[in-house]
Every structure is written in C-alpha cells, then in structure tokens.
C-alpha cells in the first residue's frame, strides 16, 4: 500500500481543505475593524477584541489577518483565549489552530500586533476569527 501525500491549502475563510480527503473547515466568522497604525518598536503593540456569541467545542481555529508591514518577521502576533495564549509564526498562517479544541468558545477572544524592533512601520485594518465546525 501506498502512503498518501496530504496537501494542505490555505482558503479565504481561514480554515483549510486536506486534498478534499477530510473536506473544507467551515464555520461560523466573525471580524473587527483595527484600522491603527502599529507602533515601530513597541512591546505593547495594538490589541483587537472579537466577541464570539457562541457556546460549544470548535474544531479548530481559523484566522485572517489583513495587515501590512515592511518586514513582517519584526511582528509578534499573540492570539489569546481564556486561559490559553498562542504565538502566530507568520502572517500568513491561517490555521486552523487546535489548541482550543476542548474549550468553549464563547466569549472574548483577543489578538495583539507588536513591531519588536525599530526602523520600520506597519498598518493594522482588521482581522477574522473562523470557529470552524460551527
């Protein structure tokens, strides 16, 4: 028997298809309007909230950052959650993100944006949140 190559595909929901094995994550979005500049070399950076009216276990996470900056690897991006907080490795990276699995998603879910380091900008205009398989 031959081992199969899964072929992930980021889609403009946020969520992800595996070579349509185990079909599109699909769910329920919500977004928030930053429209801020982020500070250049600022700890603290830019925080954005979304609420999610939702009770129940996601499967996963999806995410949509709509931000630019003249060199992205100055960005620490954190997505918070209750008591778990996880870093985002590239803007690009939509998910899902597993780590909320067997947490409720309702409530408050926060992301923050900070330029580590000087000598570039960056602008911030919103961002989406995919509950998938809600």
Known sequence: MKPVALLLVALPSGCAAYNGIFGVCEG???SSYVG???PDNNDTGVT???SVPLTGYP???GLRLNLEHELE???QIRLAHGSSVIEIEDVGDHGPFHQWDSM???GT???TVADRYAADTGYWTDWELTVCGE
């Open 59 to 61: 499967d996963g996470i």
């Open 28 to 30: 329920a979005t919500y």
């Open 73 to 75: 690897s100055d960005l």
């Open 48 to 50: 954005s909230t979304i």
């Open 109 to 111: 879910w926060t992301i």
């Open 104 to 106: 409720d998603v309702g």
């Open 36 to 38: 801020q500049s982020i």
